[in-house]
């Protein structure tokens, strides 16, 4: 007889699949993989030769890529064989959480269907990571509740907060999806200040230690894209409505993302807990921000990390649920775009 174990193992199969078959490399990802090239020639971390310019938006991706180089010595091949490792950690990862029940099968289909994420699962760009971080970081939320003592339980607080230092390494801005779940963790802990201490300073410590070495290195905290494009001069107003049209043409091309996007707050506020709730507030954050910046020209690029999050929450409603009722709304919201 068929088993839910199958229907996990197919879309598992199928993903893999999906993500070979469309295997490729976006031109910003060979702004790094030049400074990539200079530093295995022995340049430095650059862009020219003798100009300390940072390059690279994800201090974690590329440093990850630049530890595998030394190994490899092949820029290319380092992107292809991280990305596809990454890639199988996160279904790994997602499998581990959710086992093998409708809230697993509806968050693959839902990678497999959304065009702003997978599409970025491979083109050598950091996204692979930043997924894989941010699906750990979630994970072990969900783990506090079910830890059994309360040394158990300080383990995961401290796994949360070195996920949650490694996230601004990753992307700076992504820390708008879990800095209100991580400021409500640290506000029910109120009331044990030294743990406190402790949760912050791993939290903030990594941060903190790479934006003096930017300074030292590069004599900016921030990366050249940070710059170029948060301080263009541009009016205000203008930017909002490049912005508003980024939303836009993402709904026309894209509507599965879009909808989830917009179907997980009320979700969150409706069925699910206050933490899940504060990561609902992230992904609202993340997406008035992105209004604020006037979008990307990649398409889906960056909204495919408040889609993550989303997908995530509806995945722990589905999960709440009996089986047959679970699978009858899994099948819906994918279909419903």
Not at 37 to 50: E, K, R, T, Y
Not at 109 to 132: C, E, M, R
Not at 272 to 289: E, P
Request: aromatic share 14%; charged share 10%; glycine share 6%.
């Amino acid at each position: 007889p068929w088993r839910s174990r199958d229907t996990s193992y197919a879309l598992l199969f199928v993903s893999l699949i999906v993500f070979a078959k469309n295997f490729w490399l976006d031109e910003d990802a060979h702004i790094p993989f030049r400074s990539l090239a200079q530093l295995q020639a022995g340049n430095g971390a650059v862009w020219n030769v003798g100009e300390r310019v940072q390059v690279y938006t994800s201090v974690a991706w590329y440093w990850l890529l630049a530890a595998v180089n030394l190994l490899v010595h092949n820029v290319i091949a380092t992107a292809v064989a991280v990305t596809a490792l990454l890639f199988v950690a996160l279904l790994v990862l997602a499998r581990r959480i959710y086992g093998d029940t409708p809230a697993l099968w509806f968050l693959l289909v839902s990678f497999l269907l959304s065009k702003g994420f997978f599409d970025y699962t491979s083109s050598g760009l950091s996204n692979i990571l930043d997924y894989t971080v941010m699906l750990a970081l979630y994970g072990v939320y969900r783990q506090i509740g079910s830890a059994q003592t309360n040394l158990a339980a300080s383990r995961q607080l401290y796994l949360i907060a070195s996920l949650t230092g490694l996230v601004p390494l990753a992307r700076h801005d992504l820390s708008l999806l879990c800095i209100l779940p991580f400021a409500l963790l640290l506000w029910r802990q109120r009331h044990h200040w030294r743990l406190e201490v402790v949760l912050i300073a791993l939290a903030g410590l990594p941060l903190l230690l790479w934006t003096i070495a930017s300074l030292v290195y590069y004599g900016l905290p921030f990366p050249n894209t940070a710059y170029s494009k948060l301080h263009h001069g541009f009016p205000a107003g203008l930017i909002l409505k490049t912005g508003l049209a980024y939303f836009y043409w993402n709904a026309r091309l894209d509507p599965l993302t879009m909808l989830i996007i917009a179907a997980a707050p009320v979700v969150a506020f409706l069925k699910l807990q206050s933490w899940q709730r504060a990561f609902a507030l992230g992904v609202v954050l993340q997406c008035l921000y992105l209004c604020k910046i006037g979008g990307d020209y990649l398409t889906g690029r960056f909204l495919s990390f408040p889609f993550l999050v989303a997908a995530l929450l509806v995945a722990d409603w589905l999960q709440s649920l009996t089986l047959p009722r679970a699978a009858a709304w899994a099948a819906l919201v994918t279909t419903a775009a």
